[in-house]
């Protein structure tokens, strides 16, 4: 029955029309993963080597169990943001006579064979191979690398949760927050018994049962929270949910978007996938802090400071204008057979983001304390980002051809649902670019010159409005019936 799944899964990969995407864009996809993995084998190569001679007294396994914590910290965060978890269409499933807890140990099975794993063991096996080379013991350190091996699985799953269940991605992150902020005011470094638990673990090989219990307790988790769900009433079932008219007659005086901007209005207000996002996008105005507080960036490494400033604003724009048009993907179709233009549908969600952005930037008032210097680089931000985000975040909304749906039960911030590694290459020129305009000004005249480029910028985007909102629409509409063919597959 595996094997079944897997000749499906193959069919399903080179049928779907996400596969005739841009080539490039695979391209690009397959050239970082190899960058990724050779810069873990080299690092993994080098580790001993580094640890050596960073600390010459203390021996290199121990220098990497006491840091070892970072890089799960890490592995956590990146496959949170980045990591696409696998799923089947398993309502047709239902109905046949195959058993729930094949389908279920089959999903199980695909995250293991996740890039994110096969990371870990890049990084990690020649580390181990340099340990072997010079002379340390054979079974310490095979059942080391084997307790890596669980522990990274253990975080694969537990990556799953956060994602399925609120409850639990909330208990993470505070706790992850609280002893992130206790070692950093040095109040009570978690890092230090960690390590030593690690320099156990590697001297006492038989502990090894302790990861691998571990990962079978949340591969258990995983199958008992999946489970309860695997009925096909619970599938199909609708809650029935009383609805709130809301006045939005102020929002007439937009003209032809009007519609559009009331229907946008509506479905963030009366679902739960979009009031987290805009919740999240609150949240990035407070990205600031960690750069104004800093002097190094402010006398060193001023350029940065637009990189801040984009974020600020730009929370509303980074978080719910990367997935258009996926926030409309449920009745896309519909929407496309109207006899509306569909220049009037994008003008919409760009006012949309510049009111978001406008918005954000009253509320970053505040930030007048650090000066008018700090506050006139947020405010050249917040041009840039209506002047020249706006439109870069709408262009690659026509690369995004992922579903979303709204009704389902809120996940923790959402992050699987609509969201997929063509994105970050999206928005590498949404952060990169503010840092190139600013820089070059900054280095050759000086910082009010790079203040100005930057909201220059972002005015000329402005008067070119138009211009840009027409080549956009051309995008659109050379893949439109992609997009809808795209948005009427169930994942």
């Keep these: 029955m595996?094997?079944?799944?897997?000749?499906l899964e193959w069919k399903q990969f080179f049928r779907a029309s996400y596969f005739q995407k841009g080539i490039a864009i695979?391209?690009?996809?397959?050239?970082?993963a190899i960058y990724f993995g050779g810069a873990a084998l080299m690092l993994g190569v080098g580790l001993f080597f580094i640890a050596r001679k960073a600390l010459p007294d203390v021996d290199p396994i121990v220098t990497v169990n006491n840091f070892i914590i970072y890089w799960f910290l890490f592995e956590m965060v990146f496959r949170f943001f980045m990591q696409q978890l696998?799923?089947?269409?398993?309502?047709?499933?239902?109905?046949?006579?195959?058993?729930r807890n094949t389908v279920i140990h089959y999903l199980?099975?695909?995250?293991s064979v996740s890039f994110f794993n096969f990371l870990a063991i890049f990084l990690f096996l020649p580390f181990c191979v340099v340990l072997l080379v010079e002379g340390y013991a054979v079974v310490n350190v095979l059942c080391?690398?084997?307790?890596?091996?669980?522990l990274t699985l253990s975080v694969n799953y537990l990556n799953f949760l956060i994602n399925k269940n609120n409850t639990i991605f909330y208990i993470i992150a505070i706790t992850l927050i609280s002893l992130i902020g206790l070692e950093f005011y040095g109040v009570f470094a978690i890092s230090e018994p960690i390590g030593v638990a690690f320099n156990v673990l590697y001297n006492q090989p038989y502990l090894m049962i302790v990861p691998l219990l571990l990962v079978i307790g949340l591969y258990y988790a995983n199958f008992t929270y999946i489970r309860k769900g695997f009925y096909l009433d619970d599938a199909v079932s609708k809650k029935v949910k009383e609805v709130n008219a809301t006045d939005l007659s102020w929002m007439d005086r937009f003209g032809a978007v009007a519609p559009f901007l009331k229907n946008d209005i509506k479905m963030i207000?009366?679902?739960?996938?979009?009031?987290?996002?805009?919740?999240?996008?609150?949240?990035?105005?407070?990205?600031?802090?960690?750069?104004?507080?800093q002097q190094i960036y402010i006398e060193k490494m001023p350029y940065l400071l637009g990189f801040a400033s984009i974020f600020i604003t730009g929370g509303f724009l980074l978080s719910f204008g990367q997935l258009v048009p996926s926030w409309d993907s449920e009745y896309y179709k519909l929407l496309m057979s109207q006899n509306i233009p569909y220049r009037q549908y994008l003008e919409s969600k760009w006012y949309l983001m510049v009111f978001a952005v406008s918005i954000s930037f009253i509320l970053s008032i505040p930030y007048l304390y650090f000066g008018w210097k700090i506050f006139g680089i947020i405010a050249a931000g917040a041009l840039f980002n209506i002047g020249l985000n706006t439109f870069i975040t709408l262009f690659g909304g026509a690369l995004n051809r992922v579903p979303i749906e709204l009704n389902v039960k809120a996940k923790a911030f959402s992050n699987t649902n609509g969201f997929n590694p063509t994105q970050l290459?999206?928005?590498?020129p949404k952060m990169v670019l503010p840092i190139i305009i600013f820089f070059i000004p900054y280095h050759f005249i000086n910082f009010n010159a790079g203040l100005i480029a930057l909201a220059f910028s972002g005015v000329i985007g402005i008067v070119f409005k138009n211009y840009f909102l027409n080549k956009i629409e051309e995008v659109y509409q050379k893949g439109k019936y992609k997009t809808i063919a795209a948005f009427a597959e169930k994942s």
């Design 144 to 150: 080391w690398f084997l307790s890596i091996v669980f």
């Design 108 to 111: 199980l099975g695909k995250t």
């Design 26 to 32: 695979k391209i690009l996809l397959v050239l970082a």
């Design 86 to 99: 696998p799923v089947m269409n398993v309502k047709p499933l239902m109905t046949i006579p195959i058993k």
């Design 425 to 428: 290459l999206i928005a590498l």
């Design 269 to 293: 207000t009366r679902n739960a996938r979009p009031k987290q996002v805009v919740l999240m996008s609150f949240f990035f105005l407070f990205y600031g802090l960690f750069f104004f507080t």
């Design 2 to 7: 595996i094997k079944h799944f897997i000749r």
